[in-house]
């Protein structure tokens, strides 16, 4: 077993640690900006452990090649689609305006009535 046997199981056993985390955490946190945050960061790391782990083992560079683009796409896409979430979640979330019989208009975060049409 050489060193490079010893730093890919250990990059293996860290992103299986952090699955592990972002699973716990996604069931435990009780707030959707939570589970967001609990479902990209640790997840992020994960996957950046695992693809290194697996890059190392390869050993081939066009197999390498593949996995540092699939790597770094996921680093773009995983934080920009959980701001999107986010911010999906945070504008369908108005409270209604007469409270909790849903007898009154919705009112977006300026304060607006969203169904009425602008001029």
């Not at 299986?16 to 990209?40: E, K, N």
């Not at 083992?57 to 540092?68: F, K, N, P, V, W």
């Not at 986010?86 to 209604?96: D, F, K, Q």
């Amino acid at each position: 077993m050489s060193i490079l046997d010893l730093i890919s199981a250990f990059l293996f056993l860290g992103g299986a640690a952090f699955a592990l985390i972002s699973a716990i955490g996604l069931h435990r946190m009780p707030d959707t900006f939570q589970r967001l945050h609990v479902a990209t960061k640790p997840a992020t790391l994960s996957i950046a452990c695992t693809f290194v782990a697996a890059a190392i083992q390869l050993g081939d560079r066009a197999d390498t090649s593949i996995l540092m683009v699939a790597l770094v796409l996921q680093f773009i896409t995983a934080p920009v689609a959980a701001h999107l979430l986010g911010s999906s979640v945070e504008r369908e979330s108005a409270i209604p305006e007469s409270g909790d019989d849903g007898g009154g208009t919705a009112r977006d975060q300026s304060g607006n009535d969203p169904t009425t049409p602008r001029n």
